[in-house]
């Protein structure tokens, strides 16, 4: 999927960066450059933006499963 920065580890997903960006790869009409700027990438070590990533992340997912 080529996600733009290295998993080495599973806390390399724990911003929820990489999900999104392969959520993208998978279906970029429903998970659009739009709604894959609204995933902060600067996140760092901030758990709550971390939180807030995965949060909008499981949400789509969930709306994606049903109208998909």
Not at 22 to 35: C, G, K, M, P, Q
Not at 39 to 63: F, M, Y
């Amino acid at each position: 999927f080529a996600p733009p920065s290295p998993c080495a580890s599973p806390q390399d997903l724990a911003s929820g960066v990489t999900l999104a960006h392969v959520l993208h790869r998978i279906d970029a009409s429903w998970f659009s450059e739009l709604w894959l700027g609204r995933i902060r990438d600067d996140a760092g070590e901030n758990w709550r933006l971390k939180a807030s990533n995965l949060r909008k992340v499981l949400q789509s997912i969930l709306e994606y499963w049903q109208d998909v």
